[in-house]
């Protein structure tokens, strides 16, 4: 009888497993089926559904956005004297090609375009690449002095540029490129807003372990620079190409004051003399200037629009 007990005695515990059900998983897994199912998915698949009034609140964006544009080509298809009374024209008139052609034959407006394309082109490179460069050096070398500098470089954005005017005019005068496209790309080949932008990015999206492996695989640094920062900085290089192209396209203040309307004109230094003559100003053809300086844009962002939104969305994805 003692070695039956001692043998009860030694018997390990057996614990009861939960009852399994038809799909021959535990009552736990059988309720996670349940709520993987496809009414679990089809009501998840409901929660991200827009509403009526998301799309309600977006038409009316859309219209609010898109309004001005529209009444610019509304006003560019009347005479000034229909522009100026009340109320307004809504609906596209009879004068559209008239005030284009008067408006392209008033002003050097081809020539305008094309200067505008070769300045905001080539400020928009160069501040693309020299930012993405410096962001790179701030965001992952180690150097001494790096964060004063880049204390540096930011803290030059509060300085207004009309007080840069005067010694960059003497400049620009004393080396003859008065009335010259370099005067006005010179003087904005980096930004730096675009160094801080490149340096922000870089720093979460770039590992220093890329860049490491690379030269541990015999790479120089311009090999690094090219295969692995600019590929890796490509979404907000895109991005930053948009914003300064843009910008360099609308400037006006230092191109009026280094070109002049005769020489080589931007478009922006162009439209400053369009529509004036007898003390009066026809704005039907200035609005004709504003809309042929607009459509460039618009096919720039036509073209370039969803690879610069797929590059955000591609940079913002983390695996």
Do not use: C
């Amino acid at each position: 009888m003692a070695r039956t007990l001692a043998t009860k005695t030694a018997e390990p515990e057996v614990r009861r497993l939960p009852e399994t059900g038809r799909s021959g998983r535990s009552g736990r897994s059988g309720r996670s089926d349940r709520r993987s199912g496809p009414r679990f998915r089809q009501t998840a698949g409901r929660q991200h559904h827009a509403g009526p009034l998301t799309y309600v609140l977006l038409a009316v964006a859309a219209v609010v956005s898109l309004f001005p544009l529209y009444w610019n080509l509304v006003a560019a298809s009347h005479s000034g004297e229909r522009v100026v009374q009340a109320p307004a024209p809504l609906l596209p008139g009879p004068r559209l090609l008239d005030n284009l052609s008067f408006a392209w034959n008033q002003v050097h407006m081809g020539e305008a375009l094309i200067n505008t394309t070769i300045v905001a082109g080539l400020v928009a490179t160069s501040t693309v690449v020299f930012s993405t460069l410096a962001g790179f050096a701030f965001a992952k070398l180690p150097f001494r002095g790096r964060g004063m500098l880049l204390s540096l470089v930011v803290a030059t954005m509060t300085i207004p540029p009309q007080l840069s005017v005067i010694p960059l005019y003497q400049i620009i005068t004393d080396l003859g490129w008065f009335d010259q496209l370099q005067s006005v790309v010179l003087p904005s080949l980096v930004a730096a807003f675009g160094v801080f932008f490149m340096r922000q990015f870089l720093v979460e999206a770039l590992p220093i372990e890329l860049v490491e492996a690379a030269r541990m695989d015999g790479a120089h640094s311009l090999r690094v620079i090219w295969h692995v920062v600019f590929p890796v900085a490509r979404p907000a290089m895109a991005v930053l190409g948009m914003l300064v192209f843009v910008q360099s396209w609308n400037d006006f203040f230092w191109p009026f004051i280094a070109l002049t309307q005769d020489g080589n004109p931007t478009l922006q230094v162009a439209l400053a003399g369009l529509g004036a003559g007898n003390h009066t100003v026809d704005h039907a053809v200035v609005l004709t200037g504003a809309l042929i300086s607009t459509v460039p844009l618009l096919l720039v962002f036509a073209f370039l629009g969803k690879h610069i939104v797929g590059g955000i969305t591609a940079g913002a994805v983390k695996s």
